[in-house]
T-cell receptor
């Protein structure tokens, strides 16, 4: 399959804690995207990491990529209730993006 | 100004009816898409258009017909609606850079009764 597969399927944490979500994929990629989907809304692009990068930061987000293991992780530090959403990874290899089921993150205040 | 807007947001209709969902993007992007998200939250690509031309047509029943009057618009017409068509449909657009950065509309929740 071409989509990334996120793990865990669901994650519940307390506000202020860190949240880590993992993504595995099967194809060679040009880069990998992470998206967020709030309930009842469309996906919003969060961060792109290129295949020649190992780590990328954006605010409270930290993304890693290990192309040898075909895996990526998204870390959200100091989580807030507003981070409650579903998170999707999307490996990019020249075809339209294919998405998995995502990780449903619940941040409890 | 909403970058990718789709209407209506909610659509409730009877089996067998024909309905349309409209999508417009004001980002100047070359490529537009339709995705379907089912109740299990899988988001599946349906169609992709580049400069008004169909470039991707996944395994979608031919009751679904996309129409792109210009590169800023991609509408989705569905004939003879079935119960299994109930889902949330998302329009998206991207610049044709191959970086996978898509901009999504807020979705149309279709309920077929």
């Amino acid at each position: 399959s071409q989509q990334g597969e996120e793990d865990p399927q669901a994650l519940s944490i307390q506000e202020g804690e860190n949240a880590t979500m993992n993504c595995s994929y099967k194809t060679s990629i040009n880069n990998l995207q992470w998206y967020r989907q709030n309930s009842g809304r469309g996906l919003v692009h969060l961060i792109l990491i290129r295949s020649n990068e190992r780590e990328k930061h954006s605010g409270r987000l930290r993304v890693t990529l290990d192309t040898s293991k075909k895996s990526s992780s998204l870390l959200i530090t100091a989580s807030r209730a507003a981070d409650t959403a579903s998170y999707f990874c999307a490996p990019v290899f020249g075809a339209p993006l294919v998405f998995g089921k995502g990780t449903r993150l619940s941040v409890i205040a | 100004d909403t970058a990718v807007s789709q209407t209506p947001k909610y659509l409730v209709t009877q089996m067998g009816n024909d309905k349309s969902i409209k999508c417009e993007q004001n980002l100047g992007h070359d490529t537009m898409y339709w995705y379907k998200q089912d109740s299990k939250k899988f988001l599946k690509i349906m169609f992709s258009y580049n400069n008004k031309e169909l470039i991707i047509n996944e395994t979608v029943p031919n009751r679904f017909s996309p129409k792109s009057p210009d590169k800023a618009h991609l509408n989705l017409h569905i004939n003879s609606l079935e119960l299994g068509d109930s889902a949330v449909y998302f329009c998206a657009s991207s610049q044709n850079r191959g970086d996978g950065k898509l901009f999504f509309g807020s979705g149309t929740q279709l309920s077929v009764l």
